[in-house]
Structure formats: C-alpha cells, structure tokens
C-alpha cells in the first residue's frame, strides 16, 4: 500500500484556464476528503464522499468547483475558470469507514496549484 | 464558529530540550482534538488524538498532549526536542455535530537549533 496518491503534483495554469486533479486513496477505504491549504494557514474543508456519494460541501466550494468519485475509488476535482485566488495546495485524504473521529485520516502530499 | 487557536505561530528550541506546542479550542459540547504533523514534501500525519477517553494522551515519537477542559487548552509536548522534530503542527479539532471533517489551526512552525 503506497498511501493517498495525488496527481499532478505540482499545476502552473493561466487565469482563466480549467484544471483537474485527481486522488487515488488508500485501497478499501471508503471516506475520501478534499482540503485546500493557502500560504500560512491551516488546510480548510472543502468536501468529502462516502464511496461515490458527495455527503457535504464547504461554502468555500464555489460554483466553478466540482468534485467526483464515480466508482467509489478514485476522486476528481475540477476547477473551472481559474482565478488567481485559487491558488493553494489542494490535499486529499482518505479514512476507513467510520470517519475521521472514529478512525484516522490519511494525507496526501497534495498538488500544488498556481494560476498566473 | 468551532476553531483551533495556536498561539505560536514559531517556536524554535534547542536540540534535546523540552518542546511546548500551545493550542486552544472554542468551547463546545464533546470536541475531539488532532495534533497533526506536517514535514517538507510529506503529508500530513497524525501525531495524536484526544476523544473523550483518557486526558492526557500519548503519540507517536514521543510526543503527548493533556486535555484540559477548565482552560480549554490541548497543548503538544515532549520532553527531549530531536532535530527530526522540525516541521509544521497544526492542532485540529472535530465535534459529531458538525459531520466528518476537521477544522486546523493556522499551524506552528518548530524549529530544532543543534
């Protein structure tokens, strides 16, 4: 097992541009959790799934967000329309069922976005 | 609002001294609390937690952290600062009623001076 798998690791897009990430969680785990990380803050919620389900969004996803886990394994998150305030670290995580109380979450290294 | 407040935003120490990581919770009803640490170029991995069991809570590498709810506090030590010990610590807090997500502190930043 090679942990939560984040591709591409680093992204340079221009404004404007539509970009897509996507994560690979750890085998069998069925949560799986997308956080945004800005210079000097902490990581900030964005969404999660429960195998293909989406259960919650952040206010911070905007209309120009979206996420999928189509088969319950692999994630996507698609942000269209770049602007430059979209540019962060964007980590995902997965947890075994039972959730990040009751078990643990596992990071990935993240991808790291600019838009210019 | 449910947040982390971490007073520090850098500690630097020397090599084989004491390490303290400051944190404080917004009250509320049953919070669990993370330490999560974050190395260059590694993910985040989990320190430690506290969920309602036992106060004071051991982890990994030697690190531990004492729940007080009287000063709603869930401050990060270790007795004896390893110059691997360098990286990012976000204290992170979780409560049932706001679903499965975590909430992070704005991170410390520790530094390990040989």
């Known amino acids: 097992d090679t942990g939560v798998s984040q591709n591409p690791r680093h992204k340079i897009t221009k404004r404007g541009q539509n970009v897509t990430f996507r994560c690979d969680p750890i085998?069998?785990?069925?949560?799986l959790y997308w956080y945004r990380q800005t210079l000097g803050q902490g990581p900030e919620f964005l969404t999660y799934?429960?195998?293909?389900?989406?259960?919650?969004k952040s206010r911070l996803l905007s209309d120009r967000f979206s996420a999928e886990r189509p088969k319950g394994s692999f994630s996507t998150l698609e942000i269209q329309r770049t602007e430059q305030g979209d540019s962060a670290m964007y980590l995902c995580?997965?947890?075994?069922?039972?959730?990040?109380?009751?078990?643990?979450?596992?990071f990935g290294q993240g991808t790291r976005l600019t838009v210019v | 609002a449910q947040s982390v407040t971490q007073l520090d935003s850098h500690v630097s120490v020397s090599e084989g001294t004491p390490v303290l990581l400051r944190c404080n919770y917004s009250?509320?009803?049953?919070?669990?609390l993370f330490w999560y640490v974050q190395h260059p170029n590694k993910g985040l991995q989990l320190l430690l937690k506290y969920t309602s069991a036992a106060t004071l809570v051991k982890g990994i590498n030697g690190f531990e952290a004492e729940f007080k709810k009287s000063e709603t506090s869930f401050h990060l030590t270790k007795p004896s600062a390893h110059m691997s010990d360098a990286a990012e610590y976000f204290c992170v807090v979780s409560y049932k009623s706001s679903g499965d997500k975590l909430t992070f502190g704005t991170g410390t930043r520790l530094a390990v001076r040989p």
């Open positions: 799934f429960q195998n293909e389900a989406q259960l919650e």
């Open positions: 085998s069998e785990h069925n949560r």
């Open positions: 995580a997965s947890s075994p069922q039972g959730g990040v109380l009751n078990t643990e979450a596992f």
């Open positions: 009250s509320s009803y049953s919070p669990s």
